[in-house]
């Protein structure tokens, strides 16, 4: 064994040990003052943000994708460095909830969500979600319009009640229609009750007019109509909550009436041939296209509806068909809602996302874009489209929520169904609401 | 010693995947669970609850009725697997054919079913190009047709694997035996009934098993592309009442009660069949 | 067994069929044989066309040959990611698979040991459960071992599930090897090991083949799994992803063509060079 001398090495060699450990200490104390701050406050940070609902099918060039990557551009020029990626989640209902499922059991959940609002109104998804009191002040409760439906027991109580979701936007039902159309008919106004609709539909089938576009393949045309007709059958405005929790029944007349009148549309001919069979967004290019004289939409729809008709399209409030006190207001939702999940790596930088997107700025970009009326007061106040302002006067009146964006959705798809076999004739209406009162059984087993 | 620890991996990744799994869905199909908090025992209550469930009742309805596809799987290819067998003319090239239609995912099959046969898709524009617009029709929006159209599709897709089956079957009987029959004069047909049939037991017994079991237990990606279950309930299907229940609803003992049992279902039909076959044999 | 399996392959000398009755049978077969070529034509054609030409005109030929839709499902709509997850939960699993179920076969046939018997059957009596009993309890036990949403999931999962099927191959191929050849080996002073991979494994080249390729072609297809473990863009495999080239409301019909394609291509390649191999394999599991 060779005898190793002391070499001019050693010196060096110590200070190479003191350089190593002097470098390990300042990035341990750079490390831990960098995490004594919670990562993403007031520094936003990386985001993943998932997409759900109509949302899920905002693909890049889109009029939604356009408005989000408008709040995307925002979060990243006022946070450098950080990026924002949005993830659209599965069009269908049962893919989604799995996907949702899966992510919260095992913690890989986005930092902010999306999600119509029926979508969260679970016990399972509200176990999951973050309470979001402590982070709405109350300058930023003010600042918002249509909480009520953001709360459990939608009622917000101004504020204190428990806030899960953020309102996304405001939305109702409208009729729409092509004002010539209407003409070469000889029907001189909308219609606002039911049997004026039946009416001025066989005046339309006389000129060869479809009355009325219907797309119904999901349930969702009768939906919307019935959920909206709601508001001229309740007697009180929190019916609707005693449906949600199971205090009035599926099968009173409350709720069979308003869908009995709306099958006479189908019995008497008064939509398209393949109504029970047509997707409903789709079914909208009998109106765009000029084949039919109107069709029941929700705002976001106004923009594109303008580009196809211009000048003949109109728009006025919804039929409906009951008598009941408040059969002059309106039905309407927070479209759709923000969330965070609990155990979200970036649960603050997901907020500072949400408050952009709820903003003057985003919010008056929504509706620019969309047509839509925005939650944010101070926007809501300064839009001009007249489309937007239709939907700002006839929200001004909302007595009660539209149904299925507060019953759980488990709960909503059962009900879709019953509505479509309902229209399209495979089932009466009594039968189909008896099917889904039985069918709540095997939702809870 | 090496033996064991040859064996240890299959051991191993079968115990873990799958009879874990089988044991816990024994166990859970007595709970209460949504697969997160613990599970609360039932005892018989979920399967009370599912022998009165009309959406359960109504999947297995839909179910029996998928299973008409067993008589076609059961004759049909014995004919097709004979005329293999005799040696047509291009038997080579059927043979290799008649499994194609297994070789596509089932998913692409689905997607290229619900593609054709919507209202304004290649079969109705097809048919219309022909003069019979009198046929177009929405073909996955009425039951009328979407049953039959699934249960075409399902037989499609199924029946090259019959054919091997009964290919395999006649490629062990005795060649002598179809020759003496031959040599005596007999039509195909008989010799058909008289010589191949009576040697093919055990085989149909399986075709018959096999293409049961398909139509209860195996149908999820055929429904799941096609029709969604749709129009309303008309083409629902047990493991899709299942899938739902887990996943939308996140009942998920009350799904683990659906398939254990529609597993006892299949079970109790596959043991009738065998042993209406094996008395048949004596 | 193996004898009925391979006998499928090609029959010994059969009266042939020259009637000229059999020809409304050939015509039937051809009609039945065009059928399941159809699909490839119809996925092809329309893949090869323009949307401008599909709104036009449901059937036909493509006007421009445009590789639009391609390019469209490859790039813009992921393909190109769900391709390489295909491949790499295909190849993983089809790996797994034959090691561990050569491993058993081995020891199953070749090695005395004590509990051989019992392990065996117990091994092989899992061979017929259905998917949809497994489908609650994989999940939960995925999440639970954190392997939701990641490859090794379906890797081992489906290794697992088609273990029972390609234990019995291996085990009933390395039965018919003779037993003078471990004799010999033994003679030469190799131990089991050796024997194994330099005697046996070699010697089962035609097992192999059929245990990759029905593997291959199982696992490439698989969907309910997939469907239930893979959740994020970054994992789907091609069954999956290709669902979400349907769109909400319009779908791009070219390019959803152009997906089912790709995933179509490399099966329906595998089953024609590996096409006698494959029969005898599916044959033989259930003639057991």
């Known amino acids: ?445 | 010693m090496w033996g064991l620890l040859y064996a240890t991996p299959a051991f191993a990744l079968v115990t873990i995947f799958v009879v874990y799994p089988f044991g816990s869905i024994l166990y859970h199909a007595f709970t209460r669970w949504d697969g997160i908090a613990p599970a609360q025992w039932v005892g018989l209550h979920n399967f009370r609850l599912l022998l009165h469930d009309p959406l359960f009742l109504r999947a297995l309805r839909n179910n029996l009725i998928f299973a008409l596809s067993v008589p076609v799987q059961l004759i049909v290819p014995l004919f097709v697997a004979y005329a293999i067998h005799r040696r047509v003319p291009g038997w080579r090239f059927f043979r290799a054919t008649v499994f194609l239609p297994a070789v596509y995912a089932t998913v692409v099959i689905g997607i290229l079913t619900a593609t054709v046969l919507q209202l304004d898709g290649p079969l109705n524009s097809a048919l219309g190009a022909v003069g019979l617009d009198s046929l177009q029709r929405e073909w996955l929006g009425n039951a009328r047709t979407s049953i039959p159209i699934i249960l075409l599709v399902v037989i499609w897709t199924n029946f090259g694997y019959n054919v091997l089956l009964y290919l395999a079957g006649m490629s062990a009987i005795d060649p002598t035996l179809e020759e003496a029959a031959r040599i005596d004069g007999a039509k195909w047909s008989r010799v058909l009934r008289h010589v191949v049939v009576p040697s093919l037991r055990r085989v149909m017994e399986i075709v018959l098993v096999v293409n049961t079991i398909t139509a209860f237990a195996f149908m999820f990606t055929y429904i799941y592309t096609i029709t969604n279950g749709g129009p309303g309930y008309d083409t629902y299907v047990s493991e899709f009442y299942i899938y739902n229940q887990a996943f939308t609803n996140q009942n998920m003992g009350y799904a683990a009660a659906t398939g254990v049992l529609l597993v006892g279902i299949v079970l109790v039909i596959g043991l009738v069949q065998i042993r209406a076959l094996t008395r048949e044999e004596r | 067994m193996g004898t009925v399996a391979s006998a499928a392959a090609d029959s010994p000398a059969v009266p042939r069929f020259r009637s000229a009755r059999s020809w409304p049978v050939v015509v039937a077969l051809a009609l039945f044989s065009l059928s399941t070529i159809l699909p490839l034509l119809f996925m092809a054609a329309t893949a090869f066309r323009t949307q401008a030409d599909w709104d036009r005109n449901k059937i036909g030929l493509p006007t421009t040959a445009s590789l639009g839709a391609f390019e469209r499902a490859w790039t813009g709509a992921n393909i190109d990611v769900y391709f390489r997850n295909s491949l790499i939960v295909t190849l993983g699993a089809v790996t797994l698979s034959v090691i561990c179920a050569t491993l058993a076969g081995y020891s199953f046939s070749k090695i005395s040991w004590r509990l051989r018997a019992p392990v065996y059957y117990f091994v092989l009596s899992w061979i017929a459960i259905p998917p949809l009993l497994m489908m609650v309890p994989i999940y939960v036990e995925m999440v639970q071992l954190g392997l939701l949403d990641t490859y090794g999931s379906v890797i081992l999962l489906y290794t697992a599930l088609n273990m029972p099927f390609n234990v019995y191959l291996m085990t009933a191929f390395f039965r018919s090897l003779p037993d003078e050849l471990i004799e010999a080996a033994r003679i030469d002073g190799a131990g089991v090991h050796r024997t194994f991979l330099r005697i046996m494994l070699p010697l089962a080249k035609p097992a192999l083949a059929t245990l990759i390729i029905f593997n291959f072609l199982w696992a490439w297809n698989e969907f309910l799994f997939a469907l239930l473990m893979l959740q994020s863009d970054s994992v789907k495999t091609l069954t999956v992803g290709v669902l979400s080239l349907q769109g909400r409301f319009t779908t791009d019909y070219p390019a959803l063509m152009a997906g089912l394609l790709i995933t179509s291509l490399p099966v329906v390649g595998a089953y024609l060079i590996f096409q006698r191999h494959l029969v005898r394999g599916i044959v033989a599991g259930t003639v057991k």
Not at chain 1, 36 to 45: L, N, R, Y
Not at chain 1, 46 to 70: C, E, F, H, I, Q
Not at chain 1, 335 to 360: C, M, Q, R, S, Y
């Open chain 1, 1 to 445: 064994m060779k005898r190793s001398f002391p070499s001019p090495a050693r010196p060096r060699k110590a200070v190479l040990i003191a350089a190593i450990i002097v470098a390990a200490a300042t990035t341990l104390a750079v490390a831990a003052v960098s995490s004594a701050e919670p990562s993403g406050t007031a520094q936003g940070g990386n985001l993943t943000v998932w997409l759900s609902g109509t949302y899920a099918g905002a693909t890049p060039g889109s009029t939604y994708r356009k408005w989000l990557d408008g709040i995307k551009a925002r979060y990243e020029k006022a946070y450098p460095g950080s990026k924002v990626k949005f993830v659209l989640t599965p069009i269908n209902n049962a893919q989604f909830t799995a996907q949702i499922a899966a992510a919260f059991a095992s913690r890989k959940v986005p930092d902010a969500m999306l999600v119509y609002s029926g979508g969260y109104t679970t016990p399972y998804m509200l176990s999951s979600l973050e309470k979001l009191n402590d982070r709405v002040d109350k300058k930023f409760y003010a600042s918002q319009g249509q909480w009520d439906l953001s709360c459990l027991d939608l009622d917000c109580k101004g504020g204190k009640g428990a806030i899960y979701g953020i309102p996304h936007a405001l939305s109702t039902y409208a009729l729409y229609y092509n004002k010539a159309l209407f003409k070469k008919a000889g029907v001189a106004k909308p219609p606002k009750t039911y049997d004026q609709l039946l009416a001025a539909c066989k005046k339309f089938k006389a000129a060869g007019i479809i009355p009325l576009a219907y797309g119904d393949r999901d349930g969702y045309s009768t939906d919307n109509w019935v959920t909206y007709n709601y508001v001229s059958f309740v007697k009180s405005k929190d019916d609707i909550t005693k449906i949600w929790k199971h205090q009035i029944k599926y099968t009173d007349p409350r709720v069979v009436k308003p869908l009995e009148d709306l099958t006479q549309f189908k019995t008497q001919g008064c939509v398209n041939a393949d109504a029970s069979t047509h997707e409903n967004n789709d079914a909208n290019t009998y109106f765009t296209s000029g084949k039919a004289a109107m069709v029941q939409m929700f705002p976001f729809v106004a923009a594109d509806f303008h580009k196809a008709l211009g000048s003949k399209l109109g728009i006025a409030r919804l039929p409906v068909s009951g008598n009941g006190p408040f059969k002059d207001k309106v039905a309407g939702n927070s479209f759709h809602n923000w969330v965070i999940p609990k155990n979200a790596k970036n649960a603050d930088g997901g907020w500072e996302f949400i408050k952009l997107a709820t903003d003057k700025t985003s919010q008056s970009q929504l509706a620019k874009l969309t047509g839509a009326p925005p939650t944010n007061r101070a926007a809501l106040a300064a839009i001009t489209d007249p489309y937007a302002i239709f939907f700002r006067k006839a929200l001004a009146d909302t007595a009660i929520p539209v149904l299925d964006s507060v019953i759980p959705l488990k709960e909503a798809l059962l009900y879709y169904v019953q509505l479509q076999a309902a229209f399209s004739g495979k089932s009466t209406p009594q039968q189909a609401m008896e099917n889904v009162q039985k069918g709540l059984k095997t939702l809870n087993p």
